[in-house]
């Protein structure tokens, strides 16, 4: 049998050496929208509906922002539940023809442009308090703060608003931050990525 020379012996213990001790790829996450459900009397109002959603690994997703001191990422972002009205669908191709006003949206409101359909969705403005776990809630929304990250495989339970529960479809839409500025206002693929849930209809 032919004997391996010196120098390649350790040109093979070298790159060994080196694969072993290589950095693995950098884990990648995405904020996945769960199913949009009816929450029935008597526990909650008639046209109550609620949903999950939850930070995964995922080879299609985008790196944390940061990684902590105990090596776990952190990930801003969080989930609203967002309707329609069936009766006054608004048509759009970009955020800015989603002003919420009616009869399509409500007075005052917030409207978001899914453009894969080319329809506006809304919700209603209301005031954000602090979680016990950290987090902002409004009548609609569950987010992330500067100082508290989304955690990895936890289902997080948005709020349960209500609408009209015969003409009033529903859907989750999720952003996830990719850097500091994130969902607070950043660009769509640069500082965010928004993700959409499937409708839940009347």
């Given at each position: 049998?032919?004997?391996?020379?010196?120098?390649?012996?350790?040109m093979?213990?070298?790159?060994?050496l080196?694969?072993?001790?290589?950095?693995?790829?950098?884990?990648?996450y995405k904020?996945?929208?769960?199913?949009?459900?009816?929450?029935?009397?008597?526990?909650?109002?008639?046209g109550?509906?609620?949903?999950?959603?939850?930070?995964v690994?995922a080879?299609?997703g985008?790196?944390?922002i940061?990684?902590g001191?105990d090596?776990?990422?952190?990930?801003?972002?969080?989930?609203c539940?967002?309707f329609?009205d069936?009766?006054?669908?608004?048509a759009?191709t970009?955020?800015?023809?989603?002003?919420?006003?009616?009869?399509?949206?409500p007075?005052?409101?917030?409207?978001?442009?899914?453009?894969?359909s080319?329809?506006?969705?809304?919700k209603?403005?209301?005031?954000?308090?602090t979680?016990?776990?950290?987090?902002?809630?409004d009548?609609?929304?569950?987010?992330?703060?500067?100082s508290?990250?989304?955690?990895?495989?936890?289902?997080?339970?948005?709020?349960?608003p209500?609408?009209?529960p015969?003409?009033?479809?529903?859907?989750?839409?999720?952003?996830?931050?990719l850097t500091?500025?994130?969902?607070?206002?950043?660009e769509?693929?640069?500082?965010?990525?928004?993700r959409?849930?499937?409708?839940l209809?009347?």
């Open positions: 049998m032919r004997r391996i020379g010196p120098l390649v012996a350790a093979v213990a070298a790159c060994l080196n694969a072993a001790h290589a950095t693995p790829p950098q884990a990648k904020v996945e929208p769960g199913a949009v459900v009816k929450k029935d009397p008597p526990a909650h109002p008639a109550s509906v609620g949903s999950t959603f939850t930070l690994e080879a299609d985008d790196p944390p940061s990684i001191a090596g776990k990422p952190f990930v801003s972002g969080g989930a539940l967002l329609q069936t009766r006054h669908v608004k759009c970009t955020q800015a023809d989603c002003v919420s006003k009616p009869p399509a949206g007075e005052g409101g917030i409207g978001y442009c899914h453009q894969a080319g329809t506006c969705w809304f209603k403005d209301s005031t954000a308090t979680t016990g776990a950290g987090y902002k809630r009548d609609y929304c569950l987010k992330s703060t500067p508290k990250t989304l955690v990895v495989g936890t289902a997080n339970d948005t709020p349960i209500k609408g009209p015969n003409t009033t479809r529903w859907r989750l839409t999720t952003c996830q931050g500091k500025t994130g969902c607070a206002g950043g769509e693929g640069v500082d965010l990525r928004t959409w849930g499937a409708v209809e009347p």
